[in-house]
Every structure is written in structure tokens, then in C-alpha cells.
């Protein structure tokens, strides 16, 4: 491999030692193609070093189960720091990027430190897009990050805290905005809660009365699968008595509900934005190439356009032939950018990067869910959830983490537990005036890493 340029001194983290002249490779995110990125240099000979605004990694396909009492937020985020334990290569650097200096080779963080890099992978994700929607990001509530999967569940508690003492109403009124994957598994778990858990635990709220609206633009759920599948989902959600409201725009959030774009008002206690991301903003301020969502733009080997050692993979990446936003394209691009590197490193020519779709799935609840597998294969039902369960779980970073998520969804699930399951609660603000303690002062909602 080439040494770093003649009169660029690298970067030495404390732990690595002064006088390392191995390349240095600095991967920015710590989600699923950062880590994949980071894992597949294992035992290449150069450094690398992972940057990320958060200390840990997030699980994001099973934050609703975090949302919904399901999970507790740690079994679905794993401490990145533990990932040099198996690969001694590695470091882990806490910050944001702020600068890229593409011809000194040199990133600048948000606190100002620098840090020079023999080659650089951009998988810092992406954020919510609220589309300039009015009232959107201040009156609803995303799940792009751990503290906002907490926040709708502390907000969904409290709801029902209120509605247990009302004298006047016992509603308590959700509406999520989106017919995504993650707007579907929300819509599902909800109402799983409400027709197991929330029976005995709230007698005094009538279970007709939590109601589950899903507004969704399209005509049809789940627009990346196949259409026996998108009918199966939407007929599973009425099932369980989710009300869809599909062809159905949003133009304001409001304080106490949606309007929609006819003028109709869906009144709602808590509203759930569950479609749409762009790019974080500092990824402005780059000074790379950007396309649709603000994504940075790549050529068919992963390569930023007009770079020829920074890549970018994952939610970030926007490549000539559009990938959907899911975990295997970041994962496979991951391990794509990873090779490229080291044959960048070499001297050699890259290659094309070519993704094999092994499918995607989403479940709606217990013994409900879909499946799109290689090949046209498709599932519903009790395989496709078992499928759905199987492949979650394998996919947890940490053998803790699998085991006590298998523990909490037997818990949840089982034929023995599921009418008596007790759902995982957190700070509830008071609603009585003799509340233990005064009420919390709301705080800005955090950002996706």
C-alpha cells in the first residue's frame, strides 16, 4: 500500500500510538453502512477511525417497538466504542463534521479539531423531512433517534394518564402520517398495545375510544411491495382497527391534530411523522455535490462525483440508479466501499458497484407480517413474521442485545403472555395536582444521527 503524502502529518488517536504511518481511513456514522464499512477493514492494514455525533449505534428498524413500550432503548443500541474489543484497527471518535478539505485531505469537526485521512466514507444517514409542511416539526413527533422513540412513548403514557382521570373525555387520539414501513409497523404496534396491555392496565379508558388514524397520500401501503402484499397490510391494519385514511394529503399539523389537504381536521393527541428524510444540514456545508433530498451524489463505484478518495454509502448516497433507503443497500455498500478503498490505496482501478436485492419485509403485529424475499418470493402471516423475527434479531449488533430483545419479544408474544404483557414505561409528566413532581420543561427535539 502507499504511505500518506510526503509532508502531510497523520492522524494519532491516544490510543493508537505517535508515528503510525499506516493509511488512515475516517468513516463518518456510525449507523448500518459505517459499521459495515468499518467491519469489513478488519484486517487490512490501515487505521480507521469512526466519527459520530452519538456514542452509540441505533438499531432504527425495531424503534417503534422502543416507541410502543415494546423494548427497552438499550436493547437497540449498541455502545460503538465496544467495536474495537475485535478489531484492534479501530477507533472511535465522538463529534460532527463540519468542514471537508478534499484537496489538504483534512475533515474539521464541530469542535474544531482536525483530523487528515488517506481516504474518507461518508454514512452519516439522514434526517425528517417534513416537506415545509406548517406546524410538522413543531407540533408532531419523528423516530430517527433513540431520545425521539422515548419522547413518543413518555408522550403516549401520559395521554393515557390524562384520559384515566378525565372526567369529561377518556379519548386519546393518534394520527401517524406516512404508510411507509415505519408508519405501517407503528400503526401496528399500537393497536396491538391498546387490545392486550392497555385492557386491564387502564379500565377506566374504553378501548374504542384510543383511536389509530394512518394518513397516508398514496392510494396503496407500502409502496415498494408487491400489491398482494400492500392489500394484505392494509387489510391486517383494519383488523385491528386502524382507521386509513389513504389518498390523503397532510398541509398542517396542528397543535391538536392534522388538517388535511381538502380542510378536513383529524383531531389527534399525539401525531406521529413517519415519512420522508433529507439530508442533515451541515452536509451543506460539505462542498460536495448534492441531488434529490440533499443526498450527496456518487458514481457507480461509490465514489463522491469528482472525488477520488471519498465514497459515501448508505441513506447519504444517492447513486446514478436510485437504491431504496433500507439496511442491505448500506450494508453491501458498506463492505463495496471498504474493497474500493483498499484498492484505491493500491493503486488499482475500482469497480461497479452491483447490490443484490435480498429482499425486505414489515410486520404489522403478532402472526402479521409481509415479506418480499429474492427471487418474487413473498410471505404473510405467521412465516412471514417468524422470518421477520429471525432476521431482526441475527441483525442486533452485540449478544446481549439479541438475547434480551428475543427475551422481551417472547415476553410480548407468547401464546402464555401475549393477553398479560406489561409494556415498558418511562417519565410520565403529572397530570393530578399532587403529582410527585412539578411538570417537565419541554425540551428541542433531538436529530438523527
Known amino acids: 500500500m502507499t504511505p500518506p503524502p510526503a509532508g502531510r502529518e497523520p492522524y494519532d488517536s491516544a490510543t493508537q500510538g505517535a508515528g503510525d504511518t499506516r493509511p488512515h481511513v475516517v468513516i463518518i456514522g456510525g449507523g448500518f453502512a459505517g459499521v459495515a464499512t468499518l467491519k469489513a477493514l478488519k484486517d487490512a492494514p490501515v487505521r480507521v477511525t469512526l466519527v459520530d455525533r452519538h456514542v452509540y449505534n441505533m438499531f432504527q428498524p425495531l424503534m417503534y417497538q422502543v416507541a410502543t413500550g415494546g423494548l427497552n432503548a438499550g436493547d437497540v443500541t449498541y455502545f460503538l466504542r465496544s467495536l474495537r474489543n475485535r478489531q484492534p484497527n479501530a477507533n472511535f471518535q465522538h463529534g460532527l463534521l463540519k468542514k471537508i478539505d478534499t484537496e489538504g485531505r ?33 407540533y408532531s413527533k419523528s423516530m430517527y433517534s433513540r431520545s425521539q422513540a422515548l419522547r413518543i412513548r413518555d408522550e403516549l403514557f401520559t395521554q ?78 383494519r383488523k385491528r382497527g386502524v382507521t ?58 461509490l465514489r463522491v462525483t469528482g472525488q477520488d478518495r471519498i465514497f459515501a454509502v448508505g441513506d447519504i448516497a444517492l447513486t446514478p440508479k436510485p437504491l431504496d433507503q433500507l439496511a442491505q443497500p448500506a450494508l453491501q455498500g458498506g463492505v463495496h466501499a471498504a474493497e474500493m478503498i483498499l484498492r484505491v490505496l493500491e493503486g488499482k482501478p475500482t469497480q461497479v458497484f452491483k447490490y443484490h436485492d435480498r429482499g425486505t419485509m414489515a410486520t404489522i403485529g403478532r402472526h402479521a407480517a409481509v415479506a418480499q424475499l429474492r427471487g418474487g418470493i413473498t410471505l404473510t402471516g405467521v412465516p412471514a413474521w417468524y422470518t421477520w423475527i429471525l432476521i431482526h434479531i441475527y441483525s442486533l449488533l452485540g449478544n446481549s442485545n439479541r438475547i434480551t430483545t428475543m427475551a422481551h419479544f417472547i415476553s410480548r408474544y407468547a401464546w402464555f403472555t401475549y393477553r398479560r404483557a406489561v409494556p415498558i414505561v418511562g417519565d410520565v409528566r403529572p397530570v393530578k395536582k399532587h403529582g410527585d413532581r412539578v411538570e417537565d420543561v419541554p425540551v428541542e427535539v433531538e436529530s438523527r444521527a
Not at 228 to 237: G, M, N, P, T, V
Not at 245 to 257: C, D, F, P, S, Y
Open 160 to 237: 393515557l394518564e390524562k384520559a384515566a382521570v378525565r372526567e369529561d373525555t377518556t379519548e386519546v387520539r393518534v394520527v401517524i402520517v406516512g404508510g411507509g414501513s415505519t408508519g405501517v409497523e407503528m400503526a401496528g404496534a399500537l393497536a396491538e398495545l391498546r387490545d392486550q396491555a392497555l385492557v386491564t392496565a387502564y379500565p377506566e379508558i374504553d378501548r374504542k375510544s384510543i383511536t389509530i388514524t394512518l394518513v397516508h397520500r398514496s392510494a396503496e401501503l407500502l409502496k415498494p411491495f408487491a400489491p398482494r402484499l400492500r392489500k394484505y397490510a392494509a387489510a391486517s391494519l
Open 106 to 138: 483534512v475533515i474539521t469537526l464541530a469542535d474544531g479539531e482536525q483530523i487528515s485521512f488517506d481516504a474518507l466514507v461518508l454514512a452519516n444517514g439522514v434526517n425528517t423531512n417534513y416537506f415545509g409542511t406548517p406546524g410538522a416539526k413543531e
Open 244 to 301: 386509513l385514511r389513504l389518498n390523503t394529503g397532510v398541509a398542517e399539523v396542528l397543535k391538536n391534530g392534522v388538517k388535511t389537504a381538502d380542510g378536513e381536521v383529524i383531531p389527534a393527541e399525539l401525531v406521529i411523522w413517519a415519512t420522508g428524510v433529507t439530508a442533515h444540514g451541515e452536509v451543506n456545508e460539505w462542498g460536495l455535490e448534492q441531488g434529490q433530498g440533499g443526498r450527496i451524489l456518487v458514481g457507480s463505484d
